[in-house]
């Protein structure tokens, strides 16, 4: 699937200056399962090609609605996206951040790294309340294996 989502066109931000990761350097995947008001769920896969603080990347960002009335709907694209460390929570407290710079710029995505995962904050950079799971797990990073 990754290989398809890498032949996607690359996202459009006139803002922005996107950079590519070394050659040999294997994307940091997340993969979660986030709600959806008209389907089932949203499986959600980042693959990372650069971790580099404040420096634009390329990132593959891929959608899968599940269940929807039409099966499953399959999304993705190669985006940019910048990881900084900023405030959120309503300037309460400092984090590294994801922000994802789609095509559609009205729909940038923020993401907050924890430990071993990314959780989805909403436009303001504030966690969503919710009782539903707004997180991706990390599935794979180069530091991992063995």
């Not at 789609?102 to 950079?125: G, I, M, T, V, W």
Request: aromatic share 8%; hydrophobic share 30%; charged share 20%.
């Amino acid at each position: 699937m990754v290989a398809v989502v890498l032949g996607m066109t690359a996202c459009q931000n006139p803002d922005t200056k996107p950079q590519t990761a070394p050659p040999n350097s294997p994307p940091i995947q997340y993969v979660g399962h986030l709600p959806c008001a008209d389907c089932e769920s949203i499986t959600t896969t980042i693959a990372l090609n650069s971790t580099a603080i404040g420096e634009y990347s390329d990132v593959v960002f891929a959608e899968i609605y599940e269940g929807t009335s039409d099966g499953d709907q399959p999304f993705a694209e190669v985006c940019t996206a910048v990881i900084v460390n900023r405030w959120y929570q309503d300037s309460t407290r400092e984090g590294k951040i994801l922000t994802l710079f789609p095509e559609d710029q009205a729909n940038q995505q923020h993401y907050l790294f924890q430990e071993s995962s990314l959780l989805k904050l909403d436009r303001d950079l504030n966690k969503i309340e919710s009782t539903y799971p707004y997180e991706l797990t990390l599935t794979y990073s180069p530091e991992t294996e063995e």
